[in-house]
């Protein structure tokens, strides 16, 4: 079941001067949401923007009925998100998408900048189903990594930056954690570095999931505008995906 | 969900239809795509998306550009074709509780007639849309509601082996829409829809290439409505042909626009994706507006303009 419903802004925290979460409270209990699935949020107020957009659930707190959104702004659909404030009403289709396939006792979850958002609840669920898990998490700098307190309580925490402000310098490629052996990878974050990602999974034999970024125009299935390319033919990234294991993708 | 609204009623041909408004094929899927948000019962009907001959697996990504007040689509026809249409497909929608609409498309005449004929044989889907104005094919599509020759060949040959109600779908892509449409008029359509999307294309000037796989793609969404408005007011004026009003209609206002310019119904098409329960609200919309002018049937405002 999907809904289309409003949901009031509770915080809008700062990350960085283009990155943001969004802490949404919705008045009902929130539905069954998967670790990797994404809602559709409506942004109202600017003439220009015509289409919602598709953005990963970065956190659920099921207790309260909330749900974490984090957004880089990259246009003037999230510049616009990003002045949102307490009090806000905004409008979301939800849960959309497949959402992560749960496997293995001990799992590896490898993000990459803000693609990293939909792990932090991945990491959650994790813990719940008690399946031990690491997350390396890959950035520029130390200013650009967010919920570091709850991955650190969530899983064993392993950081990359660019510029070695904070744990290995370097790319999530080169970390020593992907020498160990793990029954999944969960990788989400720029498409080189998922590709790259998945040809490592690919060597040690290990079943590696992708969440894949695509333009799409409604988010559940009917415009058919978010295809990609699978062994078995054109699919769509919001209903089939967003959550791919990188073997059935032609690109990867 | 305001279902009694006689006023609201309306016919094409031999589909009656409980109020005016549609979807537009594909941007609702196969109708129950949109059962979580909405009724489908408070529908005149829903035009499912585009059936062709064979398997389709339609154009590279991307397909899809945001525009101002709009979007461009190159989908392609994307489809399983025809044969898993009526054995798959038909019997998920072939009990939904409002007119079935099927939107026939094809590369050549013979595979327009191959599709309309299979689809007749199908009890719970009362009509066809058919499609001779696709602008994302290589072949065929537009190519067909573009020359008023093509258009009557294409017309005519389906109309011989199809006997349910036949909409033809026009594109706005012509010089003279109003040619066109006495084309598909003088073959035997029962029935107009307009327009189509209108093509268009979009630029990203950072890697300065097309934002399209296809450079041109079909434009939709509040853009095009004066457009749109434009061809069904032109079309009322020159046929006698019930007329399906289709372009940018957000809300129930855009809706009642067309019907005062001519149209009999209207298709919701682009606001689907913003708003899943659109098509439900703008039903209840033209409710209240009739309410507001105390009119006592949608015919009396039908083509005033």
Same mark, same amino acid.
């Given at each position: 079941?999907?809904?289309?419903?409003?949901?009031?802004?509770?915080?809008?925290?700062?990350?960085?001067?283009?990155?943001?979460?969004?802490?949404?409270?919705?008045?009902?209990?929130?539905?069954?949401?998967?670790?990797? #699935?994404?809602?559709?949020?409506?942004?109202?107020?600017?003439?220009?923007?015509?289409?919602?957009?598709?953005?990963?659930?970065?956190?659920?707190?099921? /207790?309260?009925?909330?749900?974490?959104?984090?957004?880089?702004?990259?246009?003037?659909?999230?510049?616009?998100?990003?002045?949102? &404030?307490?009090?806000?009403?905004?409008?979301?289709?939800?849960?959309?998408?497949?959402?992560?396939?749960?496997?293995?006792?001990?799992?590896?979850?490898?993000?990459?900048?803000?693609?990293?958002?939909?792990?932090?609840?991945?990491?959650?669920?994790?813990?719940?189903? #008690?399946?031990?898990?690491?997350?390396?998490?890959?950035?520029?700098?130390?200013?650009?990594?967010?919920?570091?307190?709850?991955?650190?309580?969530?899983?064993?925490?392993?950081?990359?930056?660019?510029?070695?402000?904070?744990?290995?310098?370097?790319?999530?490629?080169?970390?020593?954690?992907?020498?160990?052996?793990?029954?999944?990878?969960?990788?989400?974050?720029?498409?080189?570095?998922?590709?790259?990602?998945?040809?490592?999974? &690919?060597?040690?034999?290990?079943?590696?999931?992708?969440?894949? /970024?695509?333009?799409?125009?409604?988010?559940?299935?009917?415009?058919?505008?978010?295809?990609?390319?699978?062994?078995?033919?054109?699919?769509?990234?919001?209903?089939?995906?967003?959550?791919?294991?990188?073997?059935?993708?032609?690109?990867? | 969900?305001?279902?009694?609204?006689? $006023?609201?009623?309306?016919?094409?041909?031999?589909?009656?239809?409980?109020?005016?408004? @549609?979807?537009?094929?594909?941007?609702?899927?196969?109708?129950?795509?949109?059962?979580?948000?909405?009724?489908?019962?408070?529908?005149?009907?829903?035009?499912?998306?585009?059936?062709?001959? *064979?398997?389709?697996?339609?154009?590279?990504?991307?397909?899809?550009?945001?525009?101002?007040?709009?979007?461009?689509?190159?989908?392609?026809?994307?489809?399983?074709?025809?044969?898993?249409?009526?054995?798959?497909?038909?019997?998920?929608? =072939?009990?939904?509780?409002?007119?079935?609409?099927?939107?026939?498309?094809?590369?050549?005449?013979?595979?327009?007639?191959?599709?309309?004929?299979?689809?007749?044989?199908?009890?719970?889907?009362?009509?066809?849309?058919?499609?001779?104005?696709?602008?994302?094919?290589?072949?065929?599509?537009?190519?067909?509601?573009?020359?008023?020759? @093509?258009?009557?060949?294409?017309?005519?040959?389906? $109309? =011989?082996?199809?006997?349910?109600?036949?909409?033809?779908?026009?594109?706005?892509?012509?010089?003279?829409?109003?040619?066109?449409?006495?084309?598909?008029?003088?073959?035997?359509?029962?029935?107009?829809?307009?327009?189509?999307?209108?093509? *268009?294309?979009?630029?990203?000037?950072?890697?300065?290439?097309?934002?399209?796989?296809?450079?041109?793609? *079909?434009?939709? *969404?509040?853009?095009?409505?004066?457009?749109?408005?434009?061809?069904?007011?032109?079309?009322?004026?020159?046929?006698?042909?019930?007329?399906?009003?289709?372009?940018?209609?957000?809300?129930?206002?855009?809706?009642?626009?067309?019907?005062?310019?001519?149209?009999?119904?209207?298709?919701?098409?682009?606001?689907?994706?913003?708003?899943?329960?659109?098509?439900?609200?703008?039903?209840?919309?033209?409710?209240?507006?009739?309410?507001?002018?105390?009119?006592?049937?949608?015919?009396?405002?039908?083509?005033?303009?």
């Amino acid at each position: 079941m999907r809904y289309c419903k409003d949901f009031i802004v509770v915080e809008n925290e700062t990350i960085t001067s283009t990155l943001f979460i969004l802490k949404l409270q919705y008045p009902e209990t929130l539905p069954e949401i998967k670790a990797g #699935q994404f809602v559709e949020i409506l942004v109202e107020g600017n003439k220009d923007v015509f289409l919602r957009r598709p953005i990963s659930i970065h956190d659920v707190d099921i /207790e309260k009925n909330q749900i974490s959104l984090l957004i880089q702004i990259v246009g003037k659909g999230t510049d616009q998100l990003s002045n949102l &404030k307490i009090g806000d009403t905004v409008n979301l289709i939800f849960p959309l998408g497949n959402g992560f396939t749960i496997v293995g006792n001990r799992v590896l979850l490898i993000g990459g900048g803000c693609g990293a958002a939909p792990l932090l609840y991945l990491a959650r669920v994790l813990k719940q189903r #008690q399946i031990k898990s690491d997350i390396l998490i890959g950035c520029k700098d130390v200013n650009h990594l967010f919920s570091k307190k709850e991955y650190e309580s969530l899983s064993n925490l392993h950081i990359a930056t660019e510029d070695g402000s904070c744990g290995l310098k370097g790319l999530v490629t080169s970390h020593k954690i992907l020498e160990e052996d793990f029954d999944a990878i969960y990788c989400c974050g720029p498409t080189p570095m998922m590709k790259a990602i998945s040809k490592h999974a &690919k060597e040690k034999n290990i079943p590696c999931y992708v969440s894949l /970024e695509h333009k799409m125009a409604c988010g559940f299935g009917v415009c058919l505008c978010c295809v990609v390319d699978t062994n078995l033919g054109n699919k769509r990234t919001c209903v089939t995906g967003p959550i791919f294991l990188s073997s059935e993708l032609k690109d990867f | 969900m305001n279902n009694a609204d006689k $006023r609201l009623e309306v016919t094409i041909k031999d589909m009656v239809l409980r109020n005016p408004v @549609m979807t537009a094929s594909g941007t609702f899927g196969y109708g129950y795509d949109f059962e979580d948000f909405m009724s489908l019962e408070s529908l005149g009907g829903i035009v499912v998306k585009a059936t062709t001959g *064979g398997n389709r697996e339609g154009n590279a990504y991307p397909r899809m550009a945001e525009t101002s007040s709009g979007m461009l689509n190159a989908v392609g026809l994307q489809n399983k074709g025809v044969d898993y249409f009526c054995n798959t497909l038909y019997n998920k929608i =072939k009990d939904i509780n409002t007119n079935m609409i099927v939107n026939v498309s094809g590369s050549s005449v013979e595979e327009y007639v191959e599709v309309a004929e299979k689809i007749n044989e199908l009890k719970n889907i009362p009509g066809i849309e058919l499609n001779i104005s696709c602008p994302n094919v290589k072949q065929g599509g537009m190519a067909f509601g573009t020359d008023p020759k @093509m258009a009557a060949e294409v017309v005519k040959a389906v $109309r =011989k082996v199809y006997n349910k109600t036949l909409i033809v779908k026009l594109s706005p892509n012509v010089t003279s829409i109003v040619e066109i449409a006495k084309s598909a008029e003088g073959e035997g359509a029962d029935s107009l829809s307009l327009i189509n999307t209108l093509l *268009g294309m979009a630029v990203d000037t950072e890697k300065r290439k097309p934002l399209l796989s296809t450079v041109t793609g *079909g434009l939709s *969404g509040p853009a095009i409505k004066p457009v749109a408005l434009r061809c069904v007011w032109q079309v009322a004026k020159q046929t006698k042909l019930p007329l399906i009003g289709i372009g940018g209609i957000m809300n129930a206002r855009d809706a009642i626009e067309f019907i005062l310019v001519g149209a009999t119904a209207i298709e919701v098409g682009t606001a689907n994706f913003i708003n899943p329960a659109i098509s439900q609200e703008i039903v209840y919309g033209i409710s209240q507006y009739l309410d507001r002018h105390n009119i006592k049937n949608i015919a009396d405002i039908r083509g005033i303009i």
